[in-house]
Structure formats: structure tokens, C-alpha cells
């Protein structure tokens, strides 16, 4: 049995709690990639390259850096979240929607994003030991993957733009919070 709305709730109210949670949502999954990043290899990479070894060869660093799988974990728990609310607040834009165009750039963008998320996680320091469980057969051995996996600090790139442009679409259409 379907409920209904109760007679004093305008009927715009629960189009904007929903558009609250997706943004809520958003910026908690903004938060996990940041904590994804933070626990990467190319994180490392990066202060190394810049002469900040000493924070990356903190006790507390150190500890934060081995629950990276977690991160990834509750990264994607966090997307999957994010995505179905969005869906469920705008359903696939149509044509004669006065915001159709922002909001398949919103969707489109995220899409793009989600599926940079997907090569960034193949790649990631933790696929290969995911692999060797699952097959039993060491996945570093295969040249492709290699090559696939090495590039990994230029899917964080790709990540990055797809990310800020998906925000900046985003924040086009809602601002930092929907009214």
C-alpha cells in the first residue's frame, strides 16, 4: 500500500528532502574519496616527490594508510547511496523538464566519474590480492594488467576533473544546499 502525503506537507517539501539527502550523500562521498586519496600509493608518491616524506612516516599516517581497503569499501557503499537517491530525487531527466539539461550534465558527469572510480579501484594496490583470492592466480604475472595497473596515479587525474566538473554542475543547479 502506497502512502500518501499529509494534507499540510506541500507537495514540493519532500522533492527537497530528497535533493537534501543526495547532497548530504554527495559530500560524504566527496569526503570518503578524499580518505581513498589520502591512503593511496600516489598520495605517497606525491609528498616523497615534494620532500614531505616525514608526514607520509608518521605513526599516525602509517595507521590511517593500512585501512585503505576500508576506505574503498565505505567509498563505494557511499556512490551506490549517492547515485540511487539522485535517481530517485530527478528519475532519468525528460525532455520537457525545464532542468533536464543540468541534470543529465549531473548525471552524466557522475557516471563518468562513477566509472573512473571503477578503473581507479581495478588499478588500486589492493586488486591484486582481491584477484589472487578469487582465482588463485597472481594477476601480476599478465603484462595487460600491469600496464593497466601502473598508470594508476593517472586515473586519479581523469577522477579529479570528472569529480570537479560533477560538483560545479552540481552547485550550478543547488548551490551548497537546496532551498
Not at 540511487?84 to 563518468?112: E, F, Q
Not at 579501484?121 to 592466480?137: D, G
Not at 593517472?154 to 544546499?177: D, E, K, M, Q
Amino acid at each position: 500500500m502506497a502512502t500518501s502525503m499529509p494534507a499540510s506537507t506541500p507537495m514540493g517539501t519532500a522533492a527537497i528532502y530528497d535533493e537534501r539527502v543526495a547532497v548530504v550523500l554527495g559530500f560524504l562521498t566527496l569526503f570518503s574519496l578524499l580518505a581513498v586519496f589520502l591512503s593511496c600509493r600516489s598520495f605517497l608518491a606525491v609528498m616523497n616527490r615534494m620532500g614531505l616524506e616525514g608526514v607520509t612516516n608518521s605513526k599516525a599516517y602509517r595507521r590511517f594508510y593500512q585501512y585503505h581497503a576500508y576506505y574503498w569499501w565505505i567509498f563505494g557503499a557511499l556512490i551506490l547511496s549517492h547515485f540511487m537517491m539522485a535517481v530517485l530525487h530527478t528519475g532519468l531527466p525528460k525532455a520537457g523538464d525545464p532542468d533536464s539539461p543540468i541534470h543529465w550534465a549531473i548525471l552524466l558527469l557522475g557516471l563518468g566519474a562513477a566509472l573512473g572510480a571503477g578503473a581507479l579501484f581495478v588499478s588500486c594496490r589492493i586488486m591484486p590480492r582481491l584477484i589472487t583470492l578469487a582465482t588463485s592466480k597472481n594477476p601480476m604475472t599478465s603484462v595487460a594488467f600491469k600496464g593497466f595497473f601502473k598508470l594508476h596515479a593517472y586515473y586519479w587525474w581523469i577522477i579529479l576533473l570528472l569529480v570537479v566538473a560533477h560538483f560545479a554542475a552540481s552547485y550550478l543547479h543547488t548551490g551548497f544546499w537546496p532551498r
